[in-house]
C-alpha cells in the first residue's frame, strides 16, 4: 500500500532551526535514501520507507497544483522550491520549505531526484496556509482530477500576478523574511 | 536505474538480522561487511560521487554510528555542492534572487556560504551600476543628435539668409554703379547708398562671423557625438560580457 492511510491529527510537529531533511528518489519517485531527520520527524524506521513512493508522507490538505508545478519543474532538468505540509505516520503534520533538483549522471542523464528540506518561520507557514486554502477552493470546484488540477493551476497563477512576483522569487522572498504583500 | 540500486549498499548482507541476537556472539562477518560498505561509500565520496549513503545501517553493529555521521556529512557536502551551483548559476543569468540557503549549513559550510552570499550582492550592484551607466550614455548620445539635428537647421536657415543677403549687396553695387554712369550726383541719394552698402557690408560681416562660430561648435559638437558614440559602444560591449 503506497499512500498512509492515517488521518490528519492536527497536531503539529516542527523541524529544529538548523537540521534539514534529506532524501531521495528515483526517477519513478520511490525512496532511494531517508536520513535520520527524515525517519525521526515523521516516525519511520529505514526499512518502511525505501522503495515507498514518496507521496508516502504526502498531507492531504496540500493542493495538487504544487506537485503538478513540481513535476513539472524537475523532468524538465530545473530546481524547484516549495513549501510542503507533510504527513506522520500517526496523521500528525509539519511544515518544511523543500529544495528539490535533479540528480545528474557524469553523462548529464537525470538519475533521481533530491531533496534539501528546512524549516520555515511561522510567518511563511502562515501565508502558504491561506495561499493553499485557496488553491484547495479552486481545485475542489471541479469534479474530477484532470479539470481540478487546471484550476489549481490557475488560480495559483493569479495569486503570483498579484503578488507581482514569479513562483520563485515569491518562495524566497517568503524564506528570507519580506512582508507577505 | 542499475545505477540507483547499486548506491543502496545495504550494509546488512544477512537481511536484517544480527548474528548476534541468535549466537551470542559478535557476528564478525556482518562487522566485516559494514566496514566494506563505509569503505566503498568513502571512496566514492573521495572521488567526487556524492551520491552514495550507507543504508540499512545495523545499529548492532560496531560502527554504525560513525556510517550515520557519515551520511550526516555527506548530506551537508552534497547540499552545500548544490546550492553553490545553483546560486551562482543564477547570479550569471542576471537572477541575483536565488542566494545561497544558508541555513542548515555549520561551521565552515555556513562560512563558506556567507562568502558566496556576499560575492552575489557584489555581482547584483555591478550589474545594476554597469546598467545605469549604460542608459545615462544612451540619453547623453540622444541629447547630442538633438543638438546636432537643431544646429544643421539652424546653418541652413543661415545658410539662405547669406545667400539672399549677397544677392541683396549685388543688386545695391550695381544701383550704385548704375547711379555713377548716370552722372546723378545727388547727395542724398549718395548718402542712402552708401549707407545701405555699409549696412549690408556690416551684416555680412556678423553673419560670416555668426555661420563660422556655428561652425566651429558644429565640429566641435560633432566631436562630443563622436565620443559619445564611443563611449556607448565600450559600455554595450561590457553589459554584454556580464
Redesign the interface.
Known sequence: MSRNTAAPTGRERFLAHDEIIVSKTDLKGHITYANKVFLDIADYVEEEVLGRPHNLIRHPEMPRAIFHLLWEELQAGREIFAYVKNMCKNGDHYWVFAHVTPSFDEHGAIIGYHSNRRAPGRPAIEEMERLYARLRQAEASAPRPKEQLVRGRAELDAALKEAGLGYEPYCLSIWQGRAAA | ?N??LK??FAARPDN?KSAEATTGQPDTGAAEAALAKLSEVLAAAANGDL?A?V???DEAVPGAEAM?AL??LL??T??YV?ETR?SLDAAQEGRF???F?Q??M?GVFAQGAGIINASIARMQQAAAEEQERARRQAERLEAAKGFGEHLDSTVEKLSEAASRLDELAQGLQSRMERMIDEGEQSAANAREALEGAQAVASGAHELASSIEEIARQAAESDQAVRQVREDVGNAVNATEKL
Open positions: 536505474m545505477g540507483i548506491n543502496l536484517g551520491e549513503r543504508t540499512g545501517i550515520h551520511n550526516q548530506d551537508m552534497d547540499a548544490r545553483a534572487h536565488r542566494l540557503l541555513r542548515g555549520r
